[in-house]
């Protein structure tokens, strides 16, 4: 296998979680026991250090049409508002006729606080149901797989390239990356949100590890691809959203400096090894561990009588579920939001999923998949608590 960024070879066995559903392949009844299992391991290159699946499931298969609708988080919607705000601010308050461009636009939910600040507005989604809710919202949403190609068509540049969540998902990296330098304005800004696989390692977040997440960036390794492409980060803060995520402000190449601050969060991935194999492999050893305590605690639940429901189901909880083998025989439904979800059940383990409002009786412990929105969850089911239900959180993020 050639290296996703750098096309070298020079690539070693990292993390093997197993063989794993596509995790956003909540199942039918009819669907059960019928879902395919593909590798779920992380290789390193030695040569550009950056972690990568060696599998790809296609992306027709993961992206053409599913379930994950990024305005059923109320803190999401608020990330992306502060986020377009911040942006229009710093860098075209007072600009005519600006457009912004986003990637994976989802629902459009980041669009929205865009149009709200009077941007004109394009989304580009490839999941089919997402992106007409999209558009019957208001929000232009071109229902495609961005890529070099698509740019060529819509033959325009924009002020603003959003990629929210989805920089680290594409199979057609290097045409994305083209198409994105090629519909960048000469004064544009291409805003790059993506899980910090430093903040992962830190967080032991392995569940955010899945098929959808081809590649696991930190600043020094994506700035190998954005060089490659004629592209550069200038700045970058690391927000609490989804357990530690990167901001990343990007344009052309030799347009702006480094800031101090992305400088800063540079040389401390150089100081804690954090591109490093050693890491890694040390990494991969606490999972193992982790996943020892969790059936410990659940099995010691089970023993005392008590009833566990899983709390959200979240696409990476069935990375969780799948590796530690937890299914029915310890958790009896995962409680979510996401009306799309009424009537299914989990790929792999199989636990039926139930609509929070339609919930007939309270568990004794609540099992935490959607552990990145700790502080509203905690918040919103103060009365739970109150009532003496458990809220076990597997993964205790620094700052979610």
Known sequence: MQCRVCDLTNLELAIDLGSQPWCNHFLKPEEIGKEPFYPLRVLYCHDCGTVQLDYTVKKEIMFGDHTYLSGVTRSLSEHFKNVAEEIDSRFFKDTQGKSVLDIGSNDGTQLKHFQTLGYDVLGVESSKTTAKIANDAGITTLNEFFNLDVVQRL?????????????????????VAEGIREALREDGVFVVQFLYMKRIVENLAFDQIYHEHLLYYNLNTIEVLL?????????????????????????HKGKKAASDRLQSFQQA????????????????????????????????????????????????????????????????CLV?????????????????????KELQELPDIYYVLAWNFKKEILSNNQHLIDKGVEFFFPVNPKDA
């Open 155 to 175: 033959n325009r540049k924009f002020h603003i390239i959003n990629a929210a969540g989805v920089f680290f998902h594409l199979e057609e990296l290097h045409s």
């Open 227 to 251: 060089n490659r492409h004629g592209l550069s980060m200038f700045d970058a803060y690391l927000s609490p959203i989804h357990g530690g995520s990167i901001i990343g402000f990007v344009t």
């Open 269 to 332: 991935e150089v100081n804690e090894k954090s591109n490093e194999l050693s890491t890694y492999l040390e990494f991969a050893k606490r999972i193992q561990q982790m996943k020892t305590e969790n059936l410990a605690y659940l099995e010691h639940a089970k023993q005392q009588g008590k009833r566990i429901f899983g709390f959200g189901a979240p696409v990476k909880g069935n990375t969780m579920l799948n590796y530690f083998g937890v299914g029915t025989n310890y958790i009896d």
């Open 336 to 356: 979510e939001k996401n009306e799309l979800r009424r009537g299914l059940y989990s790929p792999g383990m199989h636990i039926p999923l139930v609509i929070e």
